[in-house]
C-alpha cells in the first residue's frame, strides 16, 4: 500500500439529545406527574490504535467521520438513544494536530490506544428530574450539549526500535533484507527508497523493529535530494544503524556528513546509541582502509552476507537496556 503518513480530516461527534418535557396521562389519572425522559448522549469520534497499520493512506479516501446524535428524550421516561460512535483506525506513531493551530492534541502510540479526537455532547435531562415537592408540574428541562467539530492533523512518526541512515546507495535496505525478512527495493541508483521500510528482527532473545529510511545527501537539511522530513520517522527509534559505503573511498567523509546532515534536523538524536555498518565490504581490494570513528564499527556485505551476524550482535549489544524494554 502507498505509504501516506500526513493527512488532515474532518471529524464531527454527534450532539446530545435534548431532555422531554411531558405529563403523565392515564385514565382516572387526570393530573399526572411529569414524565419527560432525558436525552441520549452524542457518539464520539474516536482513532484507535491498528498495530497492522502502516501508512494512513485509508484515511486519504475518507477524510470526513461523522457521529450519530443522541435522541431526544420521551414521555413515559423513556431516555433517548446514544448516538452511534465512529471508531478510525490509525498505524500505531500517528501524532494528532489540530490542523488549524497546529496544536498538538494527543498521539497513538499502542495497539488498541485510543484517543477522542471529537468528542460528543452530553444528553440533557428531561422534566422528570426535576420534580420537587415544591414544583410536582416542573416545564424545566436541559437541552442536550453541543458536538465537538474540527479539523485533525494526522501526522505518522513511526515507532520502531531502530533507525538504518546512510547517503543514497550506500546499501540501506540490502541490509534491512539481510536484517530482518522484509523485502524492500533495492537498485543501483540513488534514492532508490522513497518512503521508509519497516522489518523485524530477531537477536537471540528480543525481536526489534526496524526502519529503513530513504537516502541523505549534504544539503538535505535545505532541502536538497529528498531533504529530511522523513526524519521524523527516526525521532522515536532508539538506536541508529548508519550505513557507509566503506568501498567509495570517502567514508570518513560520508559519515561526517551523515551526522551533520542529521544533527542538524534534531541534535538530540544524535545522542542516541549508534552502530556503523561499514559496507560494500566485499568491494574492497586488498586491505580494509583505516577509518577512525566515534562509534562501534562492524564490517559487512549486504551483498554476500559477510559479517551481517557481527552485525546484529553489535546491535543487540549496543542497543540501550532499562527502562521500557
Ligand atoms: N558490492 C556490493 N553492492 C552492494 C552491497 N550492498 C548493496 N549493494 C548494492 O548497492 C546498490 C544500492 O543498494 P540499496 O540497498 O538499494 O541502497 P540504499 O542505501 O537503500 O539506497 P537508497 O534507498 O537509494 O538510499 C544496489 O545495487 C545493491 O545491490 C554490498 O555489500 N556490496
Ligand atoms: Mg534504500
Not at 470526513?64 to 443522541?70: E, L, R, T
Not at 540513488?190 to 529503513?212: C, H
Not at 538506536?239 to 570518513?252: C, E, N, Q, S, T
Not at 538530540?268 to 581490494?285: F, G, M, Q, S
Request: hydrophobic share 35%; proline share 5%.
Amino acid at each position: 500500500m502507498r505509504f501516506v503518513d500526513e493527512v488532515t480530516i474532518q471529524v464531527r461527534a454527534g450532539s446530545g439529545g435534548d431532555g422531554c418535557v411531558s405529563f403523565r396521562r392515564e385514565k382516572y389519572v387526570p393530573k399526572g406527574g411529569p414524565d419527560g425522559g432525558d436525552g441520549g448522549d452524542g457518539g464520539s469520534v474516536v482513532l484507535w490504535g491498528n498495530r497492522h497499520l502502516q501508512t494512513l493512506a485509508d484515511l486519504e479516501y475518507h477524510r470526513f467521520y461523522k457521529a450519530a446524535a443522541g435522541r431526544h428524550g420521551a414521555g413515559a421516561k423513556r431516555h433517548g438513544a446514544n448516538g452511534d460512535g465512529v471508531r478510525v483506525a490509525v498505524p500505531l506513531g500517528t501524532d494528532v494536530l489540530d490542523a488549524e493551530t497546529g496544536a498538538k492534541l494527543g498521539e497513538i502510540l499502542e495497539a488498541d490506544q485510543e484517543f477522542v479526537v471529537a468528542r460528543g455532547g452530553k444528553g440533557g435531562r428531561g422534566n422528570a428530574r426535576f420534580a420537587t415537592s415544591k414544583d410536582q408540574a416542573p416545564r424545566r428541562f436541559e437541552p442536550g450539549t453541543p458536538a465537538e467539530e474540527r479539523k485533525a492533523r494526522l501526522v505518522l512518526r513511526l515507532v520502531a526500535d531502530i533507525g538504518i541512515v546512510g547517503l543514497p546507495n550506500a546499501g540501506k535496505s540490502t541490509l534491512l533484507s539481510r536484517l530482518t525478512r522484509a523485502n524492500p527495493k533495492v537498485a543501483s541508483y540513488p534514492f532508490t527508497t522513497l518512503t521508509p521500510n519497516l522489518g523485524v528482527m530477531q537477536t537471540r532473545d528480543v525481536r526489534f523493529t526496524v526502519a529503513d529510511m530513504p537516502g541523505i545527501i549534504k544539503g538535505a537539511h535545505e532541502g536538497k535530494g529528498l531533504g529530511l522530513a522523513f526524519l521524523r520517522h527516526i525521532e522515536r527509534t532508539r538506536m541508529l544503524v548508519f550505513v557507509i559505503d566503506a568501498a567509495d573511498g570517502r567514508p570518513k567523509n560520508d559519515y561526517t556528513e551523515l551526522i551533520g546532515e542529521i544533527g542538524s534536523y534534531n541534535e538530540e538524536i544524535l545522542k542516541r546509541p549508534r552502530v556503523v555498518a561499514l559496507n560494500k565490504v566485499d568491494l574492497l581490494t586488498g586491505r580494509k582502509p583505516a577509518i577512525k570513528l566515534d562509534a562501534e564499527r562492524v564490517w559487512v556485505s549486504g551483498l554476500t552476507g559477510e559479517g551481517v551476524e557481527d552485525l546484529r550482535a553489535a546491535i543487540d549489544r549496543v542497543f540501550p537496556k532499562g527502562i521500557g524494554d
